[in-house]
């Protein structure tokens, strides 16, 4: 199976970190910025690493932007290029299409391109953060629609030393526990799926 083919146009620090995620994630990443700077600082992560206006259609096409399967544009100081380059890459026929909005306005403009989805690093950052703030014991937490949500909790007082059949979340709380992590002499495990006899530990 041929690795997903992803390019990264906007070599920024989110575009820097997206780069180097990508790839340790097995995709064969081209990254692509007008800035040498930034080109140079990626040359050794991505797969390809290409200084060139990302607005230029030829310059697009000649890179290969219609073959890859998804393209994401990160670029954050210049709104007019990032609109520019996804309009290019629309007219390129790219597959897949993401963009970052720095600003609620950019994000508008974004939807309304129809792309695949916009991106917005900094608001979903502070989001994820006062969420933990106000909820003492949060750990982290994924947010899959306003009503579910998976979350990572430290064990509160009460549930210690008690099995999960007991505790009767479900019912009780409309909680399904999903999986344990438990730390031991300096190691951290997950217990993978657990059972009803399964019990919270310290």
Do not use: C, W
Not at 81 to 104: F, K
Request: net charge negative.
């Amino acid at each position: 199976m041929r690795p997903l083919k992803v390019a990264v146009i906007g070599l920024g620090r989110f575009g820097r970190a997206l780069v180097e995620s990508l790839t340790a994630g097995g995709a064969e990443v081209l990254a692509i910025d007008s800035d040498m700077q930034n080109v140079e600082a990626v040359k050794d992560t991505a797969a390809y690493a290409v200084r060139m206006d990302a607005t230029d259609a030829t310059a697009l096409k000649g890179q290969g932007l219609a073959e890859v399967d998804i393209a994401v544009v990160a670029i954050g100081s210049d709104f007019e290029s990032l609109v520019l380059t996804v309009q290019e890459l629309l007219s390129l026929g790219t597959p897949r299409i993401y963009a970052r909005a720095m600003s609620p306005t950019h994000r508008r403009v974004l939807d309304k391109l129809g792309i695949d989805g916009v991106i917005s690093p900094q608001e979903e950052a502070a989001q994820r953060f006062a969420y933990t703030l106000v909820r003492p014991g949060l750990v982290d937490f994924l947010r899959l629609t306003d009503e579910y949500q998976i979350a990572e909790i430290e064990a509160p007082a009460g549930l210690i030393g008690r099995a999960l059949a007991d505790l009767d979340l479900v019912r009780r709380h409309r909680v399904n526990v999903v999986t344990i992590r438990r730390s031991q002499g300096g190691r951290t495990e997950v217990i993978g799926v657990p059972t009803a006899s399964t019990t919270i530990v310290e």
